[in-house]
């Protein structure tokens, strides 16, 4: 090669060096890391479990859509979707101590608001790809996209987790807007990781991903959808996690089928003839009515109840400040003291409830210790209904306004099973003057008039979780008056808000605890929110070739039979017990009875 060729080699290849995307170097670790994990804490599978076999469940509506975020994603079915979309890391359910998942080491900065992460190299996708830092750097833009239409995640992962660090392929840092104490620290910006390999982000994403089946990283994939019929998951045989210290000797049954039973009597007829595997009884009419007889005296079928210890579920009325009646807070004092909790306590739930005092409890000293709820008062009813401007009665007993107006509000619920007790409910009210309109829809149908804030009063629960309360989501005016959040209150308090952004900025356990009393009191004065019940306990029942571990649970099982989730999964089948039973079944032969009742978690109200 001559010396002009050499010189017009070397220039095209500096053109072209200069004009190529410059390799990102991996940004540095910061100094003195202390890296740390648990691989101490004690198993709580058990080294019994039987892998195989079919679990069949139910479902009281078909989901709208299988997409984990956006409109209508937030259904009860969206549980069994994110118990599948594993953390990076995980609560112990007994000792309560960070536990690695899709992490195996992680560690803290000096800021008090940033953590890192290793992660974990053999963890994989549903179709084997690898589970990378990347997936947590789309997760941001993901979760940031207008195109998801969820204003939540949106602010959320703007205002919350502020930024994602990757430091090469398997280690991350994540930047939270505010310092806080270490053991929250970890479950307040540890976020999960979104498959960038199977999404495009664009106008239509919405649309196009609603049935798309997302690859997940936890044992259970969708492999059946039957609209309106049933959906069907399978256990992956090649689970990444199979071997991993706390996924060993758990998520047994080889499918969960899910199917669609809209009414909960024609459920258990399903259960009792033995087309579902187990079924939950916690409703007292269940328990004390259906619960009984022959396959139960002849141990085919058993029945536990099993005491749990972990943040209530704050179940109650939900007034809608939007309203133009419940806009008055005299009105709704009036109200709260129209509800008797204490009568459908004691009348249709035979005792087998407690009352519900405030939107959070079971955080220990997050929980407001003296806070209770209003008390069934006649009286006190009649005085609020007065300073509200319903003072007078007509023909029917139910109050009118100057103008005329009856006092009648639209109550909205999902489920037929809890009729009874809102015909107590509303008869209650009535002797306030109050009239209280049922309107029974369909879980999607309610859950969609909620989120969209075009109800009055909704009666419902949310799920109890994490390890402090949450009160932004339910009670900043960032998400009141908008549709797909969760302030179905519409509460829009400037006083309030104050509170919440201290809450959310402060870093001492001792500030934030000082303010969680001072919110959890501001929204009992608002009254926005009427308390009803809470259940310290699972009951269930289960044909008798569902095997439960040893200890039959955790401190934190929500449930014994959910064969998902951080506390799921420890129960399996016995294929050949299950043939025995049913010949058992046929020839009337007998087993000792199954009736437990597990106190070990049990703590007095």
């Known amino acids: 090669m001559t010396t002009r060729s050499l010189l017009r080699h070397g220039l095209l290849w500096l053109a072209a060096l200069l004009s190529a995307p410059l390799l990102a170097l991996p940004e540095q670790l910061p100094e003195g890391l202390v890296w740390e994990t648990n691989l101490e804490d004690p198993v709580f599978a058990d080294p019994r479990a039987r892998p195989g076999g079919r679990f069949r469940s139910f479902m009281s509506s078909f989901p709208l859509t299988l997409r984990l975020v956006g409109p209508d994603s937030n259904s009860s079915f969206a549980q069994h979707l994110r118990a599948n979309a594993l953390g990076l890391v995980d609560v112990h359910p007994d000792t309560r101590r960070p536990i690695p998942v899709l992490a195996t080491h992680w560690a803290f900065g000096e800021d008090g608001r940033s953590l890192y992460f290793r992660l974990d190299p053999e963890a994989r996708w549903s179709d084997g790809v690898p589970v990378t830092s990347e997936d947590y750097l789309f997760t941001m833009e993901f979760m940031r996209s207008p195109h998801i239409v969820a204003p939540w995640y949106n602010n959320y992962y703007t205002n919350v987790v502020e930024e994602v660090r990757a430091y090469g392929e398997y280690v991350i840092g994540i930047r939270g807007a505010t310092a806080r104490p270490r053991d929250e620290l970890l479950f307040e910006y540890a976020i999960r990781p979104t498959p960038r390999h199977f999404h495009r982000l664009d106008e239509r994403w919405v649309r196009d991903y609603n049935w798309r089946i997302e690859p997940n990283t936890g044992p259970y994939q969708i492999t059946e959808v039957r609209k309106g019929r049933h959906i069907e998951f399978t256990r992956k045989q090649d689970w990444w996690g199979n071997d991993k210290r706390y996924f060993r000797h758990r998520f047994n049954v080889e499918h969960v089928r899910i199917k669609v039973i809209r009414d909960l009597n024609i459920a258990y007829q399903h259960f009792s003839k033995g087309q579902l595997d187990a079924f939950p009884l916690l409703m007292p009419r269940l328990w004390h009515h259906k619960a009984t007889g022959r396959p139960y005296e002849r141990g085919h079928i058993g029945r536990i109840v099993f005491y749990n210890e972990l943040p209530r579920s704050p179940m109650g009325l939900f007034l809608n400040e939007a309203d133009p009646l419940l806009q008055d807070r005299s009105l709704r004092l009036g109200l709260a003291h129209a509800i008797n909790v204490e009568r459908v306590i004691r009348q249709v739930l035979r005792n087998d409830y407690e009352r519900l005092q405030t939107m959070n409890e079971g955080y220990g000293d997050y929980s407001h210790p003296g806070l209770r709820a209003r008390e069934f008062d006649l009286a006190a009813a009649a005085r ?81 979780g994490g390890l402090s309360p949450r009160y932004w989501e339910f009670f900043h005016s960032d998400n009141a008056h908008r549709p797909q959040t969760n302030n179905i209150t519409n509460t829009a308090d400037p006083e309030i808000d104050r509170l919440i952004d201290a809450y959310r900025a402060a870093s001492k356990r001792a500030t934030r605890v000082a303010l969680a009393h001072e919110l959890e009191a501001m929204i009992h004065h608002r009254a926005v929110f009427i308390p009803t019940f809470k259940i310290p306990y699972t009951r269930e029942a289960f044909w008798r070739w569902v095997q439960l571990p040893a200890h039959h649970g955790t401190r934190s099982s929500e449930s014994l039979l959910d064969p998902f989730g951080s506390t799921g999964g420890l129960f399996w089948i016995d294929a050949d017990l299950r043939t025995e039973v049913e010949q058992a079944r046929r020839t009337g032969e007998s087993y000792p009875p199954i009736d437990l009742v597990d106190t070990r978690w049990r703590t007095r109200p």
């Open 384 to 464: 609020h209904f007065a300073e509200a401007g319903w003072e007078q009665r007509g023909p029917d007993g139910i109050r009118r306004n100057r103008d005329g107006e009856r006092l009648a509000l639209r109550v909205t619920y999902f489920s037929d099973a809890h009729t009874p007790r809102l015909v107590v409910i509303k008869e209650e009210a009535r002797k306030a003057g109050v009239e209280l309109r049922l309107q029974l829809l369909d879980p999607s149908a309610a859950f969609k008039q909620i989120m969209e804030k075009r109800h009055q009063i909704a009666w419902m629960g949310w799920s109890g």
